[in-house]
């Protein structure tokens, strides 16, 4: 051992090897290329080579007698890691390995290094040798590489956009944290997988995967704005990216795809720009509400809108709801804010939004359920509407068709929705300040003469179009002068603005009111005809004539009334305003409180309709009309299938007035629910009857019309009126027309399924006249056809009746409904008919329609045959 002596300069090979001459020459290239050193057994250096004492920085000198932890930059590991290296090293075992070490100058040295042990003659550990290259460039590079990759791997995963990495047939290979937050996708879902399970939901017209990998195999990038779907189908508006990835020769190896989330940001720019447009180009505030509605839904289809504003009595005023009816905006309109009127009233009361997940077991919702359960909807979000004050000034609602809680996604579009909504709410509250100045009465807040006109012409050019008839109705007050005369003119005021306010409250939407001068008013009707302007003239006056309290005293006011009709009396304002004058004039020549049409001849019409109307009224109440009744009959067999009711009337006035005439007459009156109501009644009762006298009449058919299915409580009273005559709810047919089907009202619609359901038969009557019947056959569950009689009336002449009679019964049977036939007069009727595959008819040929006691002695007369 040396210790404290110089380190040999001899070469350490030839002193470990001892080689003879003839290595001498290799020995020293050896020498010269690694970096060798000896340690005595317990890590004392003994002797080093020059490279050895050059990567140290150590003159010989220096390195003598030097331990090997002093050499070994322990920080850069374990401390205790160089006395392992050195107790496996005393127990003979040889080590390999890159290890770090200190320079002189305290710059870090990394070796690649071998220690063996050396052995003396008594088998111990006489020196440790070891033969070192330096790797510091290389590990440094290294660390250089990984520290890039750390950063770029670091970079990646807390990056912002959707970062995907596929080869070159688009499988994905590497996919970061943004999917997951975006898609909702885990890598595990992705990795291995085709592109376009990422991807799957990209519109129809967009472009398909392959053409992308082809359009990238020539070097180019693309780029598109796309409507992608995230694993929970939620829409996502995004800026696609997606840039080929060449390898070392040039050929397209890799695909990286970069996702921007744009939803936010397209989702305000196309609300905020058409909302904006709306506003900018004039459009009804409910115009740019019902905008903003249907994108929404456009946006987010599970979702149905509402919009409502509350008024300055703190009451829900209906804007936009495009997709809900009309019926359910009627139903909310009025209805005073509070702690517990459902969610938008709750919501505007307490300004903050309020969640329904159930509506149907949630307490606020009780007094207003039956409003969106029959509509399928079972959740609603309403949040509130506020001015830049902190005012609420409306509600903005998600309802939802199944229970739910509102996604993040739809809590972002309300965000942007209620600020759209806030601004277009206090815009129009200053324009209308404004309107309010210019272009309407200052004592009633009646529109004035001006705007009066202004939307008259409107209207007239409307009808001009659509050609249609309009009414003006010139309204002036009776006695009004006595009334200022009398009581002065603060009473004669208050009484003006009592008429317009009940002027207000019978109008409709799309009727236009104003109040003209003094005590004169407009009210042009549009579209109107003669029969409708009177109706509503009627309920005007008894409108104006109810009592009422002006100074404590009380009045019983009155008007006369002109009505004039475009285009019959004029095509402009100016000449309808000037008749229906004229016609006011007339009425008040005849009394007061009277009204009259400019026509003579349409007035003496409509004076006919009036007593007609009068007196269908008085045979309703003391049930002057009666029901017969007109077998269904078996065409092949004679067999009596049932019968079908129908109203007759014989006024002792009028004489008999044919259905024709008086059912659309009880149908504009508002008659026509007690008219069904009582031949409902009626019918029932008379097939008890029947029965309890050993008649087997199968059953009773029976009309109804459109009003009769817009209450919902129409399938109750059907079947407790059966029940209370014993009878099932089979031995019972409605008959409905296609007017039925036009009328949009949702209850309509979900009586008819009820009744179907309850066993209660439905037929389709006067079948093939309308122009969208076969539409309806899979709308409704109808159980049987009526072909109407005009088709059976020409098939004896009418090869085409004759075709279109086979085609209706072709129809019935493939959706195995009974097609009857009516109108049946003849012999060859009958035979042309059962040839086509026609099994029952129903007319003159067996039959007219006959009295309850006529019905009976035929039945007995025919034993059931004909």
């Known amino acids: ?117 050396v052995f003396a003659a008594d088998g111990r550990v006489d020196k440790v040798v070891t033969f070192a290259t330096d ?101 996502l508006l995004c800026a696609l990216r997606v840039n080929p990835i060449v390898d070392e020769h040039g050929a397209f190896s890799h695909v990286v795809c970069v996702v921007n989330d744009l939803t936010d940001a397209k989702i305000h720019e196309v609300l905020q720009r058409k909302a904006l447009e709306s506003m900018a180009g004039e459009a009804p505030l409910a115009e740019v509400m019902t905008l903003i509605c249907n994108e929404v839904e456009r946006i987010a289809p599970e979702v149905v809108a509402s919009i409502l504003r509350v008024d300055e009595h703190c009451a829900l005023r209906p804007l936009a709801s495009p997709s809900l009816p009309q019926s359910f905006a009627r139903a909310l309109d009025g209805v005073v804010i509070g702690p517990d009127v459902g969610s938008c009233g709750t919501a505007a009361f307490i300004g903050s939004p309020v969640h ?26 309403s949040t509130p509407i506020k001015t ?139 579209p109107c005809t003669a029969a409708q302007a009177v109706g509503t003239v009627e309920r005007l006056q008894a409108l104006i004539s109810m009592p009422c309290d002006i100074g404590g005293i009380t009045l019983m006011p009155s008007a006369s009334i002109g009505i004039s009709q475009y285009p019959d009396d004029g095509h402009d304002m100016e000449t309808l ?19 009259s049409f400019f026509s ?92 309890s006298e050993g008649l087997a009449v199968p059953g009773v058919s029976v009309n109804l019309s459109a009003t009769n299915f817009h209450n919902r409580d129409l399938p109750r009273q059907i079947i407790d009126t059966l029940t209370q005559y014993a009878l099932e709810p089979h031995d019972l047919t409605l008959e409905i027309t296609e007017s039925v089907m036009l009328d949009p009202n949702p209850s309509i619609m979900l009586n008819l399924h009820e009744l179907h359901t309850l066993g209660i038969e439905l037929a389709m009557d006067d079948f093939g006249t309308g122009y969208s019947s076969l539409s309806y056959l899979r709308r409704i569950p109808l159980s049987t056809l009526k072909l109407d009689k005009s088709f059976v009336h020409d098939m004896e002449h009418d090869a085409a009746a004759q075709a279109l009679t086979r085609a209706v019964i072709r129809i019935g049977e493939s959706l195995n409904l009974t097609v009857v036939a009516e109108g049946v007069e003849n012999e060859a009727q009958r035979a042309l008919l059962q040839a086509q595959g026609c099994e029952v008819g129903q007319g003159y040929l067996f039959t007219r329609p006959l009295s309850p006691e006529q019905l009976a002695e035929w039945l007995k007369s025919t034993a059931c045959g004909v």
């Not at 082809?214 to 189908?233: I, W």
Request: proline share 4%; charged share 20%.
């Open 135 to 235: 790797v510091t460039a290389r590990v440094e590079q290294e660390r250089l590489e990984h520290e890039h990759t750390r950063l770029i791997s670091l970079f990646a995963e807390h990056s912002h956009n959707a970062l995907v990495l596929a080869d070159h047939k688009g499988c994905v290979l590497f996919v970061n944290d943004a999917v997951y937050r975006l898609f909702g996708y885990t890598s595990q879902e992705l990795l291995g997988k085709p592109l376009m399970q990422l991807f799957n939901s990209l519109q129809a017209q967009s472009t398909p995967l392959s053409e992308v990998l082809e359009h990238l195999d020539t070097g180019n990038s693309y780029r598109s704005e796309e409507l992608l779907y995230s694993k929970s189908r939620q829409p």
């Open 577 to 595: 305003l000037h008749c229906a004058d004229l016609a006011m004039y007339q009425a008040k020549t005849r009394g007061r409180g009277r009204f």
């Open 388 to 526: 830049s004050a902190g005012q609420v000034i409306g509600t903005f609602a998600f309802y939802y068709r199944e229970v739910r809680d509102p996604s993040e996604f739809h809590k972002r579009l309300v965000q942007i929705c209620t600020h759209l909504c806030a601004l277009a709410l206090e815009r129009e509250s200053a324009r209308l300040k404004i309107r309010q100045l210019a272009f309407y009465d200052s004592l009633t807040g009646l529109p004035n003469r001006n705007l009066l006109l202004a939307n008259a012409d409107q209207a007239i050019a409307s009808a001009e179009r659509n050609q249609q008839s309009l009414a003006v109705l010139f309204i002036d007050l009776d006695r009004f002068k006595q009334v200022n005369d009398s009581f002065g003119h603060p009473a004669g005021d208050d009484l003006l603005c009592l008429i317009a306010e009940r002027l207000r409250s019978e109008a409709w939407s799309s009727e236009i009111i104003g109040r003209w001068s003094g005590d004169e008013f407009v009210i042009v009707l549009n």
């Open 600 to 691: 003579n001849d349409m007035n003496q019409l409509a004076q006919e309709r009036l007593t007609l109307e009068i007196a269908l009224r008085n045979a309703l109440q003391k049930q002057h009309l009666q029901l017969h009744y007109q077998p269904l009959v078996n065409l092949k067999t004679g067999a009596l299938l049932g019968v079908e009711a129908l109203a007759r009337w014989h006024d002792p006035v009028f004489g008999h007035v044919s259905p024709t005439r008086f059912i659309p007459l009880a149908e504009e009156s508002g008659l026509i629910g007690v008219l069904s109501d009582w031949a409902l009644t009626q019918s029932c009762r008379q097939l008890a009857q029947w029965r």
């Open 1 to 117: 051992m040396l210790y404290g002596k110089k380190v040999s300069h001899v070469p350490v090979v030839e002193r470990i090897l001892a080689p003879t001459s003839e290595h001498k020459a290799l020995l020293s290239i050896l020498d010269d290329s690694l970096a060798i050193a000896e340690f005595s057994p317990d890590g004392t250096l003994l002797s080093a080579n020059g490279l050895y004492q050059k990567l140290f920085g150590y003159s010989s000198a220096q390195l003598s007698g030097l331990h090997h932890r002093v050499l070994y930059a322990s920080s850069m590991s374990d401390a205790s890691a160089c006395d392992r290296l050195w107790g496996s090293l005393k127990n003979g075992q040889a080590i390999s390995g890159q290890y770090p070490y200190m320079r002189a100058d305290g710059r870090l040295l990394w070796l690649a290094a071998t220690y063996k042990a």
């Open 356 to 381: 329904v997940r159930d509506i149907e077991n949630d307490p606020l919702w009780a007094p207003y359920k039956h409003l969106p359960l029959p509509l399928g909807l079972r959740a609603c979000w």
